[in-house]
């Protein structure tokens, strides 16, 4: 918090400016880590565990068993599902789809995230997706026409802590395969309800099978939902209304250097932060933070946004947002 103080005072910002860019930037690691907290508290597999204390249900029929099943295979999901296959326990995941996603978010690591993935044995799932590595951030304040570049802090031996950037989806690929590889049986299906026993219990899920076409079921001891932030149980399970706080929109560039190469970029500027960073070696993500999605998605980017993008940017945002299709995510 001190260093965001510090670079506030730096750029005569409110630190709660710099405070809200380091949460939307800090979310894939937050997931991450809650994975590793739930390891450590479980603790590695040394002996079989006792069965869950609730009653078995009569019927239904299950059409299979497994100690868990995870509904969901996002980063959330997948990462969870390797790690328990590596512990020894059978798990199946049902995914709606299993085809590489596209979305616009999630796609930059940060170092404490890179290294939970590490500690988790996932380090391949960010390997041959061409990812960028980042060694910090370059910050840009229209208003002052200032700049300060942040390198990321120093690891135990004097060099550099490093992130991840990258497609998002490809990310997401990268963990279901080494999902996959640890022992986690995949179905593509999306899941429908959650199933109780006389006592309230979960005792697995329903879902209707992608392939056949036909309703089936899942027992388990222990059932993950991690479908997401368009999950349809979350009503059901918690009682915190969602709350949409803001908007993303973006556009990748093709074949825009960054100004410090190895550096995403922070703009402070009209209406809210944007970020700038390689996914690829020549993709680069323009990604805006804005509280309401105007009507004129694309002649908002180019008369309000585009000016306020560092000047290697500017060209090739023009020709993207006139050619393409401007991407919207919502902030919840």
């Given at each position: 918090?001190?260093?965001?103080a510090?670079?506030?005072?730096?750029?005569?910002?409110?630190?709660?400016?710099?405070?809200?860019?380091?949460?939307?930037?800090?979310?894939?690691?937050?997931?991450v880590?809650?994975v590793?907290?739930?390891?450590?508290?479980?603790g590695?597999?040394?002996?079989?565990?006792?069965?869950?204390?609730?009653?078995?249900?009569?019927?239904?029929?299950?059409?299979?068993?497994?100690?868990?099943?995870?509904?969901?295979a996002?980063?959330?999901?997948?990462?969870?599902?390797s790690?328990?296959?590596?512990?020894?326990?059978?798990?199946?995941?049902?995914?709606?789809?299993l085809?590489?996603?596209?979305?616009?978010?999630g796609?930059?690591?940060?170092?404490?995230?890179?290294a939970?993935?590490?500690?988790?044995?996932?380090?391949e799932a960010?390997e041959?997706?061409?990812?960028?590595?980042?060694?910090?951030?370059?910050?840009?304040?229209?208003?002052t026409k200032?700049?300060?570049?942040?390198?990321?802090?120093?690891?135990?031996?004097?060099?550099?802590?490093?992130?991840r950037?990258?497609?998002?989806?490809?990310f997401i690929?990268?963990?279901?395969?080494?999902?996959?590889?640890?022992?986690?049986?995949?179905i593509?299906?999306?899941a429908?309800?959650?199933?109780?026993?006389p006592?309230?219990?979960?005792?697995?899920?329903?879902?209707?099978d992608k392939?056949?076409?036909?309703?089936?079921?899942?027992?388990?001891?222990?059932?993950?939902v991690?479908?997401?932030?368009?999950?349809?149980?979350?009503k059901g399970?918690?009682?915190?209304?969602?709350?949409?706080?803001?908007?993303?929109?973006?556009?990748?560039?093709?074949?825009?250097?960054?100004?410090?190469?190895?550096?995403?970029?922070?703009?402070?500027?009209t209406?809210g932060?944007?970020?700038?960073?390689?996914?690829s070696h020549?993709?680069t993500?323009?990604?805006?933070?804005?509280?309401?999605?105007?009507?004129?998605?694309?002649?908002?980017?180019?008369?309000?946004?585009e000016?306020?993008?560092?000047?290697?940017?500017?060209c090739?945002?023009?020709?993207?947002?006139?050619c393409?299709?401007?991407?919207?995510?919502?902030?919840?």
């Open positions: 918090m001190s260093s965001l510090s670079v506030a005072a730096y750029l005569q910002l409110p630190a709660i400016s710099l405070i809200r860019i380091a949460v939307c930037l800090l979310l894939p690691l937050v997931v880590v809650m590793v907290g739930f390891l450590q508290r479980c590695r597999r040394t002996k079989p565990k006792q069965k869950c204390q609730y009653v078995e249900p009569a019927p239904p029929n299950f059409d299979s068993e497994n100690e868990i099943v995870i509904v969901g996002g980063v959330l999901g997948a990462s969870l599902a790690a328990l296959s590596k512990d020894g326990r059978k798990v199946t995941v049902i995914e709606r789809d085809q590489e996603p596209n979305r616009i978010v796609e930059l690591l940060q170092p404490g995230g890179y939970a993935l590490q500690k988790l044995g996932l380090k960010v041959g997706i061409d990812a960028h590595i980042v060694h910090g951030y370059v910050i840009h304040d229209n208003a200032s700049m300060v570049a942040l390198s990321y802090p120093l690891d135990d031996t004097g060099k550099v802590l490093t992130g950037s990258f497609h998002h989806g490809r690929m990268g963990l279901r395969r080494e999902a996959k590889k640890d022992g986690a049986t995949l593509e299906g999306a429908s309800s959650l199933l109780e026993d006592h309230g219990h979960i005792v697995g899920v329903l879902y209707k392939a056949s076409g036909t309703d089936k079921t899942i027992k388990a001891k222990l059932t993950f991690a479908d997401g932030c368009f999950s349809r149980f979350r399970l918690v009682d915190a209304e969602v709350s949409i706080s803001s908007n993303f929109a973006g556009v990748v560039m093709r074949d825009c250097p960054q100004m410090k190469t190895g550096y995403a970029e922070i703009v402070l500027g209406g932060p944007l970020l700038v960073y390689q996914i020549n993709d993500r323009i990604l805006v933070d804005m509280p309401k999605v105007p009507s004129d998605i694309k002649g908002y980017m180019l008369s309000v946004i000016p306020q993008l560092p000047g290697v940017c500017v090739e945002c023009v020709c993207v947002c006139a393409v299709c401007v991407c919207i995510m919502l902030d919840r």
